[in-house]
């Protein structure tokens, strides 16, 4: 293989991949559900997410630790809530340090989950298989 | 005399990957033991193992590039003080980082979980390094073996990755939950496949040279597999996010390249056909003993890498343990594999004798305990991921109900875990006292 060639082969893939990048970070994300429960608070309540490195036990969407449970739905799921995510912040439990949040950062972090909530599902409980191995019809 | 700078990142990366199994050990326990030391909480354990293991990667990598350059390719540095610099800079912010973690100061990202203004230096360090590979090999050599494309292709990468794993802190990416964690993932992939790029084009590296065979690392069928394997780092990290809400091409793209690693693998075992008997005869050679026991780990992984990039099994695996065993897998068994590998060539080139018989026969008892306990701690992480996936999916029990049940797995995993600590403390001692021998000597 000349060297021409080596040089062009990653020259074309690397182009590939930066329009590749820019249209997923563009219209290959640009869906969101959520957006209407995107408050101020619940940006905040990202941040509190970050500082408290919530993401050492818990996912998102599969992202995270594993600790403790995935909590995209954890807002939405029958018997949980947002007043059961708040007594879990408020007392923590055994694995889960009570990291003495005030009031505040509690509202704004339950508002973020509030948010996420709404922007899909995880872990997908219900789904169709189809032949080539893709899944379709995934839900709750 | 000066000390060769190559040996110095070598020196640190042995003592990050010693304090990494101490805090992954840790750590382990805190998983199978609620409450374990619950002074020292697991969100600050876990970073502090994830950090310093991947420093582990980082610096004996660069530390191998940094010394192989002059000593066998024969290209002296274009600047050894930038290299110093280089250095230095790495082992401050080092330590400011692990400083932050046992205060309690967090970035809060999976991977980068430190404080986002500590990423800059980190950031100029690279500038560094990948100033002074470039202006070392542009223009000396007309055709770079594979090995210079593959250390070459890492450098380029990750600052890309790197970059684009701190888009968060700009509000359009931030605030849109899809997009965030979309990029996240996008960003770690590719940052896994540049430095796997650092790492196999050490294995090169380190083959050519134990073989004395220059020709495969010019050949075209290892340049097919380059490329093909720089696809998969580009495109194939979407089976992370195939439940995420993105737009299906994201997907459908990764799983459709994702699939090309069967040729990889159908390659790994062709090859396995043809060299099994060279490498029977070369076990003895302790490099080459981790070159063997990484060429397995890479068959290992790649299955199941495959597996999990199947939407249908990946819906199983995503957010299990199996990722666990996946990362671990890819990051004990081949990466640190490969890069005791190129160590231990350093070691022994460096000293210009071969370890005495006690100090063998420890490594060679390390590398066999390293190795038995990791697949028993990879087959526990499957056992525990397949059980939590099929539980999850039939959605009877409660989140605790699922951890206590796998709780068996996760002690063995655990215990493991420790088996894999003593084995490479095993390993490693022999070549770290060499290390600091030489350099006392060089002081």
Redesign the interface.
């Known amino acids: 293989?000349s060297?021409k060639t080596?040089r062009l082969?990653?020259g074309i893939?690397?182009s590939?991949?930066f329009l590749?990048?820019i249209a997923?970070?563009t219209?290959?994300?640009s869906?969101?559900?959520?957006e209407r429960w995107?408050t101020e608070k619940a940006?905040k309540g990202?941040l509190v997410?970050?500082?408290?490195?919530?993401?050492?036990?818990h996912?998102?969407?599969?992202?995270?630790?594993?600790?403790?449970?995935?909590l995209t739905n954890v807002i939405s799921t029958p018997g949980k809530g947002p007043i059961y995510a708040k007594a879990f912040l408020q007392a923590g439990s055994?694995?889960m340090?009570n990291f003495q949040l005030s009031e505040e950062k509690m509202e704004e972090l339950i508002e973020f989950l509030t948010?996420?909530d709404k922007?899909?599902?995880?872990?997908?409980?219900k789904?169709k298989?189809?032949f080539d191995?893709?899944?379709s019809e995934?839900t709750k | 005399m000066k000390k060769e700078i190559g040996i110095v990142f070598i020196g640190l990366a042995f003592i990050s990957l010693l304090g990494g199994l101490f805090f992954g050990s840790l750590s382990s326990f805190?998983?199978v033991i609620?409450?374990f030391l619950?002074s020292f909480?697991?969100?600050k354990s876990?970073?502090l193992h994830v950090s310093l293991v991947v420093a582990w990667i980082f610096l004996s990598a660069i530390g191998g590039i940094y010394y192989f350059l002059p000593k066998h390719v024969k290209l002296e540095l274009y600047s050894d003080k930038l290299a110093r610099i280089h250095f230095w800079i790495f082992l401050i912010t080092g330590v400011l980082i692990l400083t932050c973690y046992f205060i309690g100061k967090?970035?809060?990202?999976?991977y980068w979980?430190f404080p986002p203004i500590l990423s800059i230096p980190i950031f100029i360090s690279w500038i560094l390094f990948g100033i002074n590979y470039f202006k070392t090999i542009v223009g000396k050599i007309?055709?770079w073996p594979i090995y210079l494309?593959m250390w070459a292709t890492g450098i380029f990468f990750f600052f890309f990755t790197f970059t684009?794993a701190y888009?968060w802190v700009f509000?359009f990416?931030?605030?849109?939950?899809?997009?965030d964690?979309?990029?996240?993932?996008?960003a770690y992939g590719a940052l896994v496949g540049s430095w796997n790029m650092l790492v196999y084009g050490t294995a090169f590296f380190i083959m050519e040279r134990i073989s004395g065979d220059k020709t495969v690392a010019k050949s075209?069928l290892s340049?097919?597999m380059y490329?093909l394997g720089?696809?998969n780092l580009?495109?194939g990290w979407a089976h992370?996010?195939?439940?995420?809400?993105?737009?299906a091409?994201?997907?459908?793209?990764a799983?459709l390249v994702s699939m090309t690693e069967l040729i990889i693998l159908s390659k790994i075992i062709w090859n396995w056909r043809k060299s099994l008997t060279e490498s029977v005869k070369k076990f003895h050679i302790l490099p080459f003993r981790f070159l063997v026991a990484s060429d397995i780990w890479i068959f290992i992984n790649l299955v199941l890498a495959l597996a999990i990039s199947?939407?249908?099994?990946n819906?199983f695996t995503?957010?299990?343990?199996i990722?666990?065993a996946h990362a671990m897998g890819s990051t004990i068994g081949i990466n640190t594999m490969v890069l005791l590998a190129s160590c231990f060539y350093i070691v022994q080139d460096i000293t210009k004798t071969q370890f005495n018989s006690l100090q063998q026969k420890i490594v060679k008892a390390g590398f066999w305990i390293t190795n038995v306990s990791l697949l028993t701690f990879f087959i526990s992480l499957i056992f525990a991921g397949a059980e939590k996936g099929q539980m999850?999916?039939e959605?009877k029990l409660t989140?605790q109900e699922i951890m206590q049940h796998i709780s068996p797995y996760l002690t063995v995993f655990a215990f493991a875990g420790i088996g894999i600590f003593i084995g490479l403390l095993m390993v490693i001692f022999p070549a770290l006292r060499a290390i600091f021998r030489y350099l006392r000597g060089n002081a």
């Open positions: 293989m060297l080596k082969i990653f893939l690397f590939f991949f590749y990048t997923v970070d219209i290959g994300t869906k969101d559900d959520g995107l940006k990202k997410f970050q500082e408290y490195n919530c993401t050492a036990c996912q998102i969407y599969g992202l995270g630790g594993y600790m403790g449970p995935d055994q694995r340090p948010y996420i922007t899909g599902i995880s872990p997908v409980k789904f298989t189809n191995g893709t899944i995934a | 805190q998983f609620p409450g619950d909480p697991f969100v876990r970073p967090f970035g809060g990202r999976e979980e007309y055709h494309w684009e888009l509000p990416f931030r605030d849109h939950i899809v997009r964690i979309t990029t996240q993932w996008k075209k340049f097919a490329f720089l696809t580009l495109f992370h996010i195939y439940i995420v809400p993105s737009a091409w994201i997907r459908n793209v799983y199947i939407p249908a099994v819906i995503h957010g299990t343990h990722t666990v999850v999916i959605d989140f």
